[in-house]
């Protein structure tokens, strides 16, 4: 069965530094999504991004955050200049022509210290 | 907006007996309806949906979850819980735009006692 797939599984990274979240999503779908979810927390949307461009973004989605597809197959998550608060999991979705269901991959755990 | 209410943070229950999770969704449109489980240290897994038809939908591992629309309730069962179904249990909401993000409830983490 087709699955996304995320890497790495875990950061560990200074504050201030650039960290790259890295997906690759189901190969036929059309529109990714990241998602985070803090430690102990609800899981909360950040971007979905569809044709190349964001679609939507929330308030958490900030300057720091960026959101590329540089290859055609990966999706890409950029935090430019890392934070304590940004420690969290980042989930990526996709979802494909004529489904419902966003397929979520396992997840980045990122500690920033 | 839509917005979601897991009021249990917590819900403990001896192996083999029943368990309901309870989830309660507001939306000005309509919408689907998803259970996530998440075991310790992992991603989210889609446990059940419901997208349209009848109201009573089974997923996997044993469980079912009722669509009221009259409570705008979805409520989670199982009628007899084992010690593998120790996880945190997210009720989610989606517009019906196929592309819309999806919109977590706190979640609420089944204990299971011996």
């Known amino acids: 069965e087709p699955e996304v797939t995320q890497t790495p599984s875990h950061q560990v990274t200074q504050m201030g530094q650039e960290v790259i979240l890295r997906c690759v999503p189901i190969?036929?779908?059309?529109?990714f999504y990241w998602y985070r979810q803090i430690l102990g927390q609800k899981v909360e949307f950040l971007v979905s991004f569809y044709n190349n461009e964001i679609s939507e973004k929330s308030e958490i989605f900030d300057d720091q955050f960026s959101v590329e597809r540089p290859d055609g197959s990966n999706f890409t998550l950029k935090i430019r200049s890392t934070k304590l608060e940004d420690s969290a999991m980042y989930f990526c979705a996709s979802i494909g022509g004529g489904s419902y269901e966003q397929y979520f991959g396992p997840g980045t755990r990122l500690t920033v210290t | 907006a839509q917005s979601v209410t897991q009021l249990d943070s917590q819900v403990p229950v001896f192996e083999e007996a029943p368990v309901e999770l309870r989830c309660n969704y507001s939306s000005s449109v309509s919408v689907y309806l998803f259970w996530y489980v998440q075991y310790p240290n992992q991603g989210l897994q889609l446990l059940l949906k419901?997208?349209?038809?009848?109201?009573l939908v089974k997923g996997i591992n044993g469980f079912e979850a009722e669509f009221n629309k009259s409570q705008t309730s979805f409520h989670l069962r199982k009628p007899s819980v084992h010690i593998s179904d120790t996880a945190e249990y997210f009720c989610?909401?989606?517009?019906?735009?196929?592309?819309?993000?999806?919109?977590f409830g706190k979640g609420t983490r089944l204990h299971i006692l011996p």
């Open positions: 190969s036929n779908h059309l529109y």
């Open positions: 419901y997208l349209s038809g009848s109201t």
């Open positions: 989610a909401v989606r517009t019906m735009n196929r592309d819309d993000k999806i919109i």
